[in-house]
């Protein structure tokens, strides 16, 4: 994990949140390295309390994540998947306090 996530990780737990998701490409490719132009696809890093982060990408960048990302807990979605059903199953029922991204 880079000094740039773990400054996010020390800001979930000084706002008691449990929970953020990053989805603009631009503040992606700061955080992680990885650039990429979804389009209208999903694409998004998500940081919960003592987890690793995990980006969520469109499958036709798979191979471009894993090379360029430093997160190294890479999930991705087809165009047929519904990625927030993906992304639900990642937060689970726990998640109370969840800070969005919001421009």
Do not use: C
């Not at 998500?46 to 999930?75: C, F, G, H, M, N």
């Amino acid at each position: 994990m880079n000094e740039k996530i773990t400054r996010l990780y020390d800001e979930l737990k000084s706002q008691s949140w449990d929970g953020m998701l990053v989805t603009d490409p631009k503040h992606i490719y700061y955080l992680t390295g990885f650039a990429s132009d979804p389009h209208e696809r999903f694409l998004g890093l998500v940081l919960l309390r003592d987890q690793e982060p995990e980006l969520i990408v469109p499958a036709l960048d798979a191979e471009a994540a894993q090379a360029a990302s430093s997160v190294t807990r890479i999930s991705t979605h087809t165009d047929t998947d519904n990625p927030y059903d993906l992304l639900r199953q990642r937060t689970g029922t726990g998640v109370k306090a969840f800070a969005l991204e919001k421009e």
